[in-house]
């Protein structure tokens, strides 16, 4: 087996959920092979470097091997390899969440929350009336 269609591969190695989300996401622009656009009946090789975007998160993985039906994880983790890049350090920052049901803050709990996105309220000074 020389080639595969992409979808069918995205899927396969466990990319995507299913081939449907993967066929979704060549139509939508976020599959690149080779730096090109790619449709989901583009055929890759081996040796292609495959970009895909899904959940928000850009995969960059070289093909291995192809294959067209899905496999066990571990056989599917030698049909390609990873080569996405590290997360940069902003997005590893969590970000201030409450508990669902806490209701509305108080003013104490606004101002550490202000703290933590770094943004300071507005502290402007009404003018005089003279």
């Known amino acids: 087996m020389e080639s595969t269609r992409v979808d069918r591969w995205l899927w396969a190695v466990r990319l995507t959920k299913t081939r449907p989300d993967a066929a979704a996401a060549c139509r939508g622009g976020h599959v690149r092979i080779n730096d090109r656009p790619a449709k989901p009946a583009t055929m890759v090789v081996a040796g292609d470097e495959v970009r895909v975007r899904v959940d928000g998160v850009t995969r960059v993985v070289e093909v291995v091997r192809t294959i067209q039906k899905r496999v ?26 409450r508990d669902r049901g806490a209701g509305r803050p108080t003013k104490r709990e606004r101002r550490v929350l202000d703290r933590l996105r770094g943004s300071a309220p507005d502290k402007r000074v009404a003018p005089s009336g003279k």
Request: charged fraction near 20%; glycine fraction near 4%.
């Open 72 to 97: 066990g994880a571990a056989d599917a983790a030698t049909c390609l390899i990873d080569r996405t890049p590290a997360p940069t350090p902003e997005a590893a920052i969590p970000v201030a969440r």
